[in-house]
């Protein structure tokens, strides 16, 4: 098998091809350039959506053209493939600024830099609203809306979901957009190869299929693993919710912590997913005689380090060692400020939590509180009725906490 693919199976990436054989004797010939593709429906991508763009690292790593393709056109659609319902529908201003965000959180995993160092395949982001937004559509249903037979295309496990809930004709031209985009970047790219999550097969196969009905030459697909976490549940979710790629939405403390409190069963799978760590020296962390902390905390940095670079990472490995190990800066945590002023009558504890993030209601903090989980500065609040003054600070400030792990700085200002 091709050395690249290997790589893609080694770390545990591969679930489907269309042709394994075909495709590893045509990266065996030279460089394959190859695509993936995300819609750009809100201002950040999460931890669920990242699993093919590492995996196209590695490909790029192994000389390989990757084409990162946002979907300023078909992000005006939305993709009904693994939704239980109908995605929003947004305005062309909105896909055009998430367009913008998502090119800088997809550059801290795959180099996409003029002059790439030797070895590294060339990377290219494109928008396929260069062509699908100003589209004939009665041309593109005599050329292209010909080749779809419906009846296949009831058969796709994506429609068939969404057909038990209700499928709407603008979704239902979706697989017909993603296969011109296939088409398209074939004809301009000579790209033969399109990657994607499982949940993508139908898509990509109705695309090769398009390329071939209309004349051209034969391309594969490569689908990856959708990512359960070991309790079962989808990866990327956390208890404040999805964990984004944004600073703004999803701090990089809290992405470190998301990391490193992640189970024992899965720190070895992620490392390999989720970092450019040599799988060698990731083997080295199988050792059973090992520690398995060790293994997160090594993830939580290296992943955090990608995505938001080393100096936050290096921040948010000093602030858990300040809460966890009793040293370190508490820089990283994250914090919020209220005025000095508000703290001279007091604030009742239930609106201090609430205002820092931590509950999302009163009623929340009182559960908190009530049930023993609340924490201010090292001192336990059991009374939902205390009232918490500047004289309660430490170091002028306040630490939060909830629960277990969860943390927030309050500074006076």
């Not at 033969?192 to 097969?201: F, K, M, N, Y």
């Not at 989808?234 to 470190?256: H, I, T």
């Amino acid at each position: 098998m091709n050395k690249a693919i290997q790589t893609l199976v080694d770390r545990g990436f591969v679930k489907d091809c269309t042709d394994l054989e075909g495709l590893s004797d045509l990266m065996d010939k030279g460089p394959v350039t190859f695509y993936c593709g995300v819609d750009p429906t809100g201002p950040s991508l999460h931890v669920g959506h990242i699993v093919p763009f590492f995996a196209m690292h590695h490909l790029q790593e192994a000389g390989h053209n990757p084409i990162a393709l946002v979907g300023g056109g078909t992000g005006l659609i939305g993709d009904p493939s693994g939704k239980t319902e109908m995605r929003k529908i947004l305005s062309e201003e909105t896909i055009a600024s998430n367009v913008e965000k998502i090119r800088g959180q997809l550059g801290t995993i795959v180099d996409f830099s003029e002059n790439p160092k030797p070895g590294l395949g060339k990377a290219r982001m494109m928008n396929n609203a260069d062509w699908l937004v100003d589209l004939n559509y009665i041309r593109f249903l005599r050329e292209v809306g010909v080749y779809f037979s419906v009846n296949r295309m009831l058969t796709f496990e994506g429609v068939k979901q969404r057909l038990e809930r209700g499928l709407s004709f603008i979704e239902f031209n979706y697989q017909l957009l993603q296969s011109y985009d296939y088409k398209m970047l074939n004809e301009k790219t000579g790209c033969r190869l399109q990657i994607g999550g499982a949940d993508q097969w139908g898509n990509i196969v109705a695309g090769i299929d398009l390329i071939q009905r209309m004349g051209g030459e034969q391309c594969y697909g490569l689908t990856f693993n959708l990512i359960m976490r070991a309790d079962g549940k989808k990866m990327g979710k956390s208890e404040k919710g999805a964990v984004f790629l944004s600073p703004e939405l999803y701090s990089p403390y809290d992405f470190f912590q998301y990391w490193r409190n992640v189970a024992d069963a899965d720190a070895v799978r992620f490392m390999k997913l989720f970092t450019f760590m040599d799988l060698d020296e990731i083997r080295e962390y199988e050792d059973p005689k090992r520690n398995i902390n060790d293994a997160k905390a090594r993830l939580a940095y290296e992943v955090t380090k990608i995505v938001h670079g080393e100096e936050e990472a290096e921040r948010a490995k000093d602030a858990a060692k300040s809460l966890f190990g009793g040293s370190g800066s508490k820089e990283g945590i994250p914090s919020v400020s209220i005025a000095k002023g508000e703290f001279e009558n007091g604030i009742g504890v239930l609106e201090l939590y609430t205002r820092s993030g931590l509950t999302s209601s009163n009623g929340e903090a009182r559960r908190l509180v009530t049930q023993g989980g609340a924490e201010i500065n090292g001192r336990k609040i059991s009374d939902p009725k205390a009232v918490i003054t500047l004289s309660d600070s430490e170091d002028g400030e306040f630490l939060l906490k909830a629960g277990k792990k969860r943390f927030m700085r309050v500074v006076p200002e």
